[in-house]
């Protein structure tokens, strides 16, 4: 069990969030002899930990060390992090705890029983290595203090040669998330790239929703990618290519999530289409105007062979922007060009998004404490030394799948590794 120890108190290092990165850094740390304080603020601990993959926590993914997984300003950043520290040295740390695991779908390692496992994984590692625990324990403010920090909270003043910030990113404010990593980053004059809700389901204006109301729960295998409006060169011109991903889509009442969704968030910006292939890896205009010849099959009816019944039948108009009732018309009776249109909108279906779920729903963060302020080797700032960030409160994002608890290990290592190199 993890212990709150008050009272003031002196370290080498002291770390602020007791999540994933946290957690990880602390207790290697603390095993390569460092004096370890690891303060939280939330009455429970590790919870995005525990709400993590549906409450089993898709701890990393066999590919999580490739750096095309990842996004940011710079992504390459992550690069000596994810080598130093890849997904096998993580799988070996959950191997040794006998933590049961699967992979699910495209290298995504879940626990087969519960996050908890996770979590109670990190605690005991964090206790073994002599981990003092200040929790719950607000933080008031951090200073310079000689060669380190001193840090007011709570429990009284803290001392600590190195400030580690893991405090995370914004997604669910109600468990605990805050965007105490990023003033703090300003507080030291470091450049935070601007924040913004990713994985997150997108929505639409009523009025541009409306018709598809009907359609929510549907849900289907597409092919989907964000098609960037080039507003503004300078940012357009940093932009990470989007990414075409081929996962399953879900209609929902205010717009649209699923995986596809989620993924293409990331890319996603105010202004940005979505063009979305309903039917990947087919040809529907050929096979359509194959299927004429002595057809006597409805439109809707062959539509329906090959998308869900209900999205081929209530989606029919919205989807193709053509009068339901012509979809009851025998295939036979269509001239190739409305077939061929038709098919285009099918397999090309473009909407604009107004917005996102946003903070409630996202679940990880873009933007964060720019890498340019940061040694990929050390997770340290070049300006303040001492200082460092890890995990999502760094401007790296991972694609859905295991990946930014990935960018959580690696980079808690690489820190907590150089930070016992370095000394002082
Ligand atoms: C619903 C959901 C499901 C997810 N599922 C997955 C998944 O299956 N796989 C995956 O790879 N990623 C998943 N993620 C993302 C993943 O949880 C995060 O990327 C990861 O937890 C980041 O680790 P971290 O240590 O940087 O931050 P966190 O784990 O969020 O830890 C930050 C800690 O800092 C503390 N803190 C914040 N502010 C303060 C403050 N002011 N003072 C003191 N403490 C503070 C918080 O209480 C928290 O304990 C999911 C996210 C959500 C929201």
């Keep these: 069990m993890t212990r709150t120890i008050k009272g003031p108190g002196s370290f080498d290092v002291a770390i602020v969030g007791a999540g994933a990165a946290g957690m990880y850094c602390a207790a290697q740390a603390g095993g390569r002899g460092a004096r370890v304080v690891l303060i939280d603020h939330a009455p429970r601990l590790a919870e995005k930990i525990r709400i993590s993959g549906g409450g089993r926590c898709n701890f990393t993914n066999l590919e999580g060390d490739q750096i095309d997984r990842y996004l940011g300003d710079d992504p390459l950043f992550a690069r000596f992090a994810l080598r130093e520290h890849p997904p096998a040295e993580f799988v070996d740390l959950v191997r040794r705890y006998r933590i049961g695991f699967h992979e699910k779908h495209r290298g995504q390692l879940f626990c087969d029983t519960s996050a908890e496992e996770i979590i109670a994984m990190l605690v005991a590692e964090c206790d073994r290595a002599g981990v003092e625990w200040r929790r719950p324990v607000a933080v008031r403010s951090v200073a310079r203090s000689g060669q380190g920090f001193q840090l007011q909270t709570d429990a009284g003043s803290i001392d600590a040669r190195r400030l580690v910030v893991a405090t995370g990113g914004l997604p669910v404010p109600k468990i605990g998330a805050t965007d105490w990593g990023l003033i703090l980053a300003k507080q030291f004059g470091l450049i935070v790239v601007e924040p913004r809700p990713a994985l997150v389901p997108l929505t639409f204006t009523a009025q541009d929703w409306t018709a598809f109301v009907p359609l929510a729960g549907i849900s289907l295998e597409v092919g989907i990618q964000v098609q960037p409006q080039s507003v503004d060169p300078v940012a357009s011109g940093r932009r990470t290519k989007p990414v075409r991903f081929v996962e399953d889509l879900l209609f929902t009442h205010r717009g649209l999530s699923g995986p596809a969704v989620l993924q293409t968030s990331s890319f996603w910006r105010p202004g940005d289409a979505l063009q979305v292939n309903l039917l990947p890896g087919q040809e529907l205009a050929k096979d359509l105007v194959q ?115 990935q960018w959580a290990w690696s980079s808690a290592t690489v820190c907590a590794r150089a930070m016992t190199e370095l000394g002082d």
């Design 291 to 405: 299927l004429k010849s002595g057809g006597r099959k409805a439109l809707s009816t062959i539509l329906a062979e090959r998308l869900p019944r209900r999205l081929a039948q209530d989606g029919f108009e919205p989807l193709t922007g053509h009068p339901a009732a012509l979809g009851s018309s025998r295939i036979a009776d269509f001239p190739d060009r409305v077939l061929e249109d038709l098919s285009g909108r099918i397999q090309s279906w473009t909407m604009t998004p107004s917005g996102s779920e946003g903070w409630r729903k996202a679940e990880v963060m873009r933007g964060g404490v720019s890498t340019r302020e940061l040694d990929p080797r050390t997770m340290e700032s070049r300006r303040i030394p001492g200082l460092h960030f890890i995990g999502e409160v760094v401007d790296i994002t991972g694609w859905l799948g295991g990946y930014n608890f």
